[in-house]
């Protein structure tokens, strides 16, 4: 099936193109959503979706993943959100590492990948083995009924802010301030909303990195053993982080770091309690099933739905030919359910395997680098939560924010069997 190809300014989009650019769709039910990515998967080419100033969809795993490993064609600068963050706020905070390219971005990666030595990993991991059990142990104990907030927030703050020695007395603002800096990406708000929301955010982003800023100022003075002085103090070809590139790196992590891995726990939570079997077969070898059950909930979830490149060279994938200027979209949710690559896609099938899932992205200079503690993470707090005499379980449906952006749960209700 071959559609025309459509730019700003001609014809209208056909049907699923406008549905993409439609609100709507993204406060439908989650099986409606995936039904209309797999009518765009039988496509032949991509189709052009007229939200904002338009983007083209990438929604096979074949163009996610080529679109990823070809940053000199499709880059990340401006900004890989939507909308792009504007001139002003990239030159007030600094650019993310995220919206970043070539050199620059390679110089920046190489900092921070150096800053996690062998030893911090593994005394982050040993961490958060500590912090899953605490976690438990007081849920256990208090019997609280939201879910969100009782457990899936606070392993991967608590873990991040560890790891990068956050004093404690910060952590109750730093919690606040994420979450008012990632409550409305990719919701559709009201006038009033629009207009006041962003300050709020923004505000809160601008808070969250003057007081990491002035933690920098001190443990260059003073370094400890911690992610921050490994930062401020590394010594890549002469360079280390300064204070705006500090505190972008610390919000994507903060943002980025808990907000995905509180969601793929979420979700996890729902995917056990919905599939008995599955969640039987974890429970009967957690060991032997622990890193496919993560793997599984990262795919089926996928947490982050989507991110945005900008072409700046010509190229042509299946068929079409992008040109400099063009914006494009890699469906990453789409992606996760591609039939070429996972049979029965909608199946949550935790001996699956292989699964080559994009949950951390498809590839390329951009995988995301906290994927190894992400898992680290989910798989300690399921072996809390599974192999303790409980029955822990979801109740009803998570409240899903209906973002374009991330799968983002609000809230989830959730009880134990025993006593």
């Not at 730019?7 to 549905?19: I, K, L, M, S």
Request: charged share 25%; proline share 7%; net charge negative.
């Amino acid at each position: 099936m071959t559609l025309p190809a459509q730019r700003p300014g001609q014809d209208p989009a056909p049907a699923p193109g406008r549905e993409l650019a439609d609100p709507a769709f993204w406060q439908a039910p989650p099986a409606h959503r995936l039904a209309v990515f797999a009518r765009l998967r039988a496509l032949d080419s991509p189709v052009f979706v007229p939200e904002g100033g338009g983007h083209w969809a990438l929604v096979r795993h074949a163009d996610v993943q080529e679109a990823s490993r070809l940053p000199k064609v499709f880059a990340s600068a401006p900004g890989v959100t939507t909308p792009e963050p504007a001139r002003w706020v990239r030159a007030l905070f600094g650019d993310s590492m995220v919206n970043l390219d070539g050199a620059e971005h390679a110089q920046l990666r190489k900092i921070v990948q150096r800053a996690f030595t062998p030893r911090l990993l593994a005394a982050a991991e040993e961490d958060i083995h500590a912090v899953a059990a605490r976690i438990v142990d007081d849920v256990l104990d208090r019997r609280p009924e939201e879910f969100v907030e009782a457990v899936a927030s606070k392993l991967p703050l608590e873990v991040i802010c560890n790891m990068m020695g956050i004093p404690e007395h910060y952590r109750a603002e730093i919690a606040d301030r994420v979450n008012h800096a990632s409550e409305n990406i990719g919701v559709e708000r009201g006038l009033t909303a629009r207009l006041r929301m962003p300050g709020r955010g923004l505000r809160a982003l601008a808070r969250m990195q003057r007081m990491v800023a002035g933690i920098g100022r001190e443990r260059r003075e003073n370094p400890t053993d911690d992610l921050i002085s490994a930062l401020v103090c590394a010594n890549v070809d002469g360079d280390a982080l300064g204070a705006r590139q500090l505190g972008a790196f610390f919000s994507l992590l903060m943002v980025a770091g808990v907000e995905t891995t509180r969601n793929a726990i979420t979700h996890g939570l729902t995917l056990l309690t919905d599939h008995p079997d599955q969640r039987d077969l974890l429970v009967g070898d957690f060991e032997a099933h622990a890193d496919g059950a993560v793997d599984e909930m990262i795919r089926h979830s996928t947490p982050i739905i989507q991110f945005r490149r900008t072409v700046v060279a010509e190229h042509t994938l299946r068929g079409h030919a992008f040109v400099p200027g063009d914006k494009v979209v890699l469906y990453y949710a789409s992606a996760n359910r591609d039939e070429e690559v996972f049979p029965d896609p909608d199946a949550f099938d935790i001996t699956r395997s292989p699964n080559p899932h994009l949950g951390f992205g498809g590839g390329g200079p951009h995988f995301c680098l906290g994927a190894h503690l992400a898992r680290v993470e989910m798989k300690a707090l399921f072996r809390e939560l599974l192999t303790r005499p409980v029955g822990l379980r979801a109740v009803g449906l998570p409240d899903l924010a209906g973002s374009s952006f991330d799968n983002r749960v609000r809230s989830l209700r959730f009880a134990f069997e025993q006593p």
